[in-house]
């Protein structure tokens, strides 16, 4: 019996291609991996969804310590 042992990154990236985006943030999190791709994929998603306000917070989270006056889109 052999077990298959999958890199946390790898469980991150597919969480998130599953749109299980705050899994994906708590495996991030909690193995202490890059959460980046998960705020950029959540906010691709929102995008699709026609959620704005949504992605442009998402997108933020993304770009992290970038002025909010950079990371505006419509104001």
């Known amino acids: 019996m052999s077990a298959t042992i999958v890199p946390f990154s790898a469980l991150r990236d597919q969480l998130a291609r599953d749109d299980r985006m705050q899994l994906a943030l708590e495996i991030a999190q909690r193995c202490q991996i890059e959460a980046t791709p998960v705020w950029a994929a959540w906010g691709r998603l929102k995008l699709r969804m026609g959620q704005y306000n949504a992605a442009r917070d998402k997108f ?3 770009f992290g310590g970038v002025p909010s006056r ?3 889109v419509g104001r």
């Open 70 to 72: 950079l990371c505006t």
């Open 60 to 62: 933020k989270q993304y």
